[in-house]
């Protein structure tokens, strides 16, 4: 059993997904500190939990997934705080995610905005309603993306359309999206947790071992730290010494399925 809070709620499907709801439909799931703090929690859990194969995240209501961190909340902060807002989201949810040992899914079914559209790209994959609409406008608040947007959205469509997408601050639909990489479909509104599920079952067969591995080699080319060919390598070697690398070897020999457990 995973953690539920009024602000996020969970589902645990017996492929073992996790659906993560954002629950805040009113204020279109606008990240405020106690959604973010308690989505923090239910994170937490799923990554020890080895009953979660996978992890999809959207927003409640059919208006928007997140349409961003809480405006109001955050109207009086000072400098010390507003860094302190912007430190502690990286910490909890969105580097979090990012090196989550589950693949991620932002089912965007929505507006996916400022703080919604950094959830989403801190996501390992997107799939995105037609009647989506994506964006950054910060800079019309006079601050700017404190959620990786700035760093994320360079690396996933390059670094002019970022520079347009973060300094007019437009939206853009969801085929632009699609056309910029920056969701990896587009579905209709009936299509959007079929699709994403559709996508966690072909992950959640394979073995849980290499797909993390696979998540930190992949982070570690974007990570300037790093030398993601070193860490492949590493990562490479590490997985001969894994069960489900001799049961998944095993099995294609036996031409039966694998059963993988995940050590
Ligand atoms: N923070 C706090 N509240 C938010 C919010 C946010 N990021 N986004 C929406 N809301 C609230 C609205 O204040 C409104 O609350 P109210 O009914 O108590 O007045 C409610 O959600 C519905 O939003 P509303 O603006 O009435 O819907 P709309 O359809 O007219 O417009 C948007 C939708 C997304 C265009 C508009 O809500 C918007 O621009 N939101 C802010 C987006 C943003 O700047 N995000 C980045 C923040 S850093």
Same mark, same amino acid.
């Given at each position: 059993?995973?953690?539920?809070?009024?602000?996020?709620? %969970?589902?645990?499907?017996?492929?073992? /997904?996790?659906? /993560?709801?954002?629950?805040?439909?009113?204020?279109?799931?606008?990240?405020?500190?106690?959604?973010?703090?308690?989505?923090?929690? @239910?994170?937490?859990?799923?990554? =020890?939990?080895?009953? @979660?194969?996978?992890?999809?995240? !959207?927003?409640?209501?059919?208006?928007?997934?997140?349409?961003?961190?809480?405006?109001?909340?955050?109207?009086?902060?000072? *400098?010390?705080?507003?860094?302190?807002?912007?430190?502690?989201?990286?910490?909890?949810?969105?580097?979090?995610? #990012?090196?989550?040992?589950?693949? %991620? &899914?932002?089912?965007?079914?929505?507006?996916?905005?400022?703080?919604?559209? #950094?959830?989403?790209?801190?996501?390992?994959?997107? @799939?995105?309603?037609?009647?989506?609409? $994506?964006?950054?406008? #910060?800079?019309? $608040?006079? @601050? &700017?993306?404190?959620?990786?947007?700035?760093?994320? $959205?360079?690396?996933?469509?390059?670094?002019? !359309?970022?520079? +347009?997408? /973060?300094?007019?601050?437009?939206?853009?639909?969801?085929?632009?999206?699609?056309?910029?990489?920056?969701?990896?479909? *587009?579905?209709?509104?009936? +299509?959007?947790?079929?699709?994403?599920?559709?996508?966690?079952?072909?992950?959640? %067969?394979?073995?849980?071992?290499?797909?993390?591995?696979?998540?930190?080699?992949?982070?570690?080319?974007?990570?300037?730290?790093?030398?993601?060919?070193?860490?492949?390598?590493?990562?490479?070697?590490?997985?001969?010494? %894994? #069960?489900?690398? !001799?049961?998944?070897?095993?099995?294609?020999?036996?031409?039966?399925?694998?059963?993988? =457990?995940?050590?």
């Amino acid at each position: 059993m995973i953690a539920t809070s009024p602000f996020i709620l %969970t589902e645990l499907t017996e492929s073992n /997904i996790l659906l /993560i709801t954002i629950n805040r439909p009113d204020k279109l799931n606008a990240l405020n500190r106690k959604t973010i703090d308690d989505l923090h929690e @239910v994170l937490v859990e799923a990554e =020890q939990n080895k009953e @979660v194969r996978v992890v999809i995240i !959207k927003g409640a209501g059919d208006k928007a997934f997140v349409a961003g961190a809480d405006i109001a909340e955050f109207a009086n902060y000072s *400098v010390e705080e507003g860094k302190q807002m912007s430190s502690q989201g990286h910490f909890k949810i969105f580097n979090f995610l #990012e090196n989550f040992s589950k693949p %991620t &899914i932002a089912a965007i079914n929505g507006f996916a905005l400022g703080g919604g559209l #950094e959830l989403a790209l801190a996501c390992h994959i997107r @799939v995105a309603t037609d009647a989506s609409k $994506l964006g950054f406008p #910060e800079v019309g $608040l006079g @601050v &700017i993306p404190g959620y990786g947007g700035t760093q994320r $959205l360079a690396h996933m469509v390059g670094k002019g !359309k970022a520079f +347009e997408m /973060i300094l007019t601050g437009e939206m853009i639909n969801a085929q632009e999206a699609y056309k910029w990489g920056l969701v990896n479909y *587009v579905v209709s509104k009936e +299509e959007l947790m079929p699709k994403c599920i559709e996508i966690s079952k072909k992950i959640s %067969t394979k073995s849980p071992t290499a797909i993390a591995a696979a998540i930190r080699s992949i982070n570690a080319g974007y990570n300037s730290q790093l030398n993601g060919y070193e860490v492949e390598i590493e990562e490479f070697g590490k997985s001969f010494g %894994t #069960e489900d690398f !001799k049961e998944g070897v095993s099995a294609f020999l036996e031409k039966r399925k694998p059963n993988f =457990q995940g050590n």
